[in-house]
């Protein structure tokens, strides 16, 4: 028989601490008398120690990483220097703010110097100097700055450093120097700069990664994947991420985090947790500036390719070099020719407009009105936009009628994420509208559904 001991386990006590009789004061004899009723052996020195309930250790998790968000968002630059000569051996923008690192070394150097000559009662004690971070005003952005030992701390904000974020710096700059010590001794000492994956370090410490560009992962196992779509959020994260990347090569959390909180109406706190779940599970993966730069040209290329194929798109194409090729030719015309012009295109458009070719319909009054305007037909000006009010009447109800069927459908197969964003297309139609008064009554039913599909979330 082999003997083992389990450390830290949980222990579901099985009732409710509200109605429980014996709650808390003989909870341990409690326990205990469960355990051995289980056949496990209890040591006197046992330890038992009540938690959290998981409702609440989430919501602590979700604090902490809405957090690190807010936080990394409020970095614009980070700059580490040399204490003793003011050297700078890590310039690193996790922004575009346009700092001048050399510039802004004087300015440190100066700033400090001065206030450190009005610490003179500081001076003396090792605890105050070892906890004090240094504040201050550069042209539109903070200063945060923190002297260690041998490297000087400078984060460059958007606004004042909150206190998690002096945490974080506090205990980054011990970190950093227990692990680069010998490196920081051969910069000190012969002038040598040789940090190796010092980037990479100060992503992981500060959480820049949740500024990176985003991509997803190629392939997400069947058990992954299965779970994924027991979670409504991350499940409307990958949608929405798809969405995204269907349109460009890469995402950012805050774009994907606004879109997601729009639809399932939760926090900003919650649905960040989830996208950060998926992070950790690498479905969601960072990628450097670099690569994504690289990533926007690959899909340019592959857009035009894709343009030059499709004949739809190259209609488009054509069209526009048609209204470029009106324009040309107005400029020979007389207002004769021009109204003869105009009635023609205006021909066209009733035809295409009897024939339910909406678009086309389209395309040739903005043809006729273009003239209209151009010479100056009072008129027909307002008889022509009148046409083009009517079929953008009739473009909108096609557009609701097959929103709100795509929603109904998405609803019946309890797809509660595309019934939602469905009903908003509806909802944003209506809004839209030259009085939206008038669909009032409809937008209040729209978005009372909307609100009972939010709650299934």
């Not at 006590?13 to 003989?26: A, F, H, M």
């Not at 040309?328 to 407009?353: H, P, Q, V, W, Y």
Request: charged share 25%; with cysteine; aromatic share 10%.
């Amino acid at each position: 028989m082999v003997y083992f001991e389990i450390s830290r386990v949980g222990f579901n006590c099985g009732r409710d601490k509200g109605e429980c009789s014996l709650y808390p004061n003989s909870c341990l004899e409690c326990i205990e008398g469960q355990i051995k009723e289980l056949g496990l052996k209890i040591h006197s020195n046992i330890k038992i120690i009540e938690m959290d309930s998981e409702e609440k250790r989430l919501q602590m998790f979700r604090e902490l990483i809405w957090l690190k968000f807010l936080n990394v968002l409020n970095i614009k630059h980070i700059l580490l220097m040399d204490l003793n000569s003011g050297l700078s051996f890590l310039n690193y923008p996790v922004s575009e703010a346009g700092i001048d690192a050399g510039l802004l070394s004087g300015f440190i150097q100066a700033n400090i110097t001065y206030s450190e000559s009005g610490r003179v009662s500081e001076t003396n004690s090792t605890q105050a100097q070892k906890h004090h971070f240094f504040e201050f005003q550069y042209q539109d952005f903070n200063i945060l700055l923190k002297n260690g030992d041998f490297v000087r701390v400078c984060l460059i904000l958007d606004h004042k450093a909150s206190s998690t974020m002096k945490t974080i710096v506090y205990n980054f700059l011990d970190d950093f120097e227990k692990n680069y010590r010998t490196t920081l001794l051969n910069l000190q000492r012969f002038g040598v700069i040789d940090f190796k994956g010092l980037e990479e370090y100060i992503v992981d410490a500060f959480d820049v990664q949740l500024m990176f560009p985003m991509v997803l992962t190629h392939t997400i196992a069947p058990d992954v994947l299965e779970e994924i779509n027991k979670n409504n959020i991350q499940t409307a994260i990958l949608k929405f991420a798809k969405d995204f990347l269907a349109s460009k090569p890469f995402f950012f959390i805050y774009s994907l985090l606004n879109e997601v909180k729009d639809i399932v109406n939760l926090e900003s706190k919650i649905v960040l947790y989830e996208i950060y779940q998926l992070l950790k599970m690498r479905i969601i993966i960072p990628t450097t500036i670099e690569t994504a730069e690289s990533s926007v040209k690959t899909f340019q290329e592959a857009h035009a390719r894709k343009i030059a194929h499709s004949q739809v798109i190259s209609h488009i194409i054509h069209n526009e070099n048609e209204l470029n090729e009106l324009k040309e030719r107005a400029t020979r015309m007389d207002e004769d020719s021009a109204r003869k012009a105009m009635l023609l295109f205006i021909k066209k458009g009733k035809t295409a407009e009897k024939a339910k070719i909406f678009q086309e319909a389209q395309k040739e009054y903005e043809k006729a009105l273009y003239l209209a305007s151009g010479f100056n037909f009072q008129r027909d000006i307002g008889k022509i936009s009148f046409m083009i009010l009517e079929l953008d009447k009739i473009n909108s109800l096609m557009e609701i009628e097959y929103a709100m069927n795509a929603g109904e459908s998405a609803e019946k197969k309890k797809n509660y994420i595309d019934a939602i964003r469905h009903f908003k297309k509806v909802v944003s139609i209506f809004e839209n509208e030259a009085n939206p008064s008038n669909s009032e009554a409809r937008i209040k039913k729209i978005q009372k559904r909307i609100a009972k599909l939010q709650s299934n979330i």
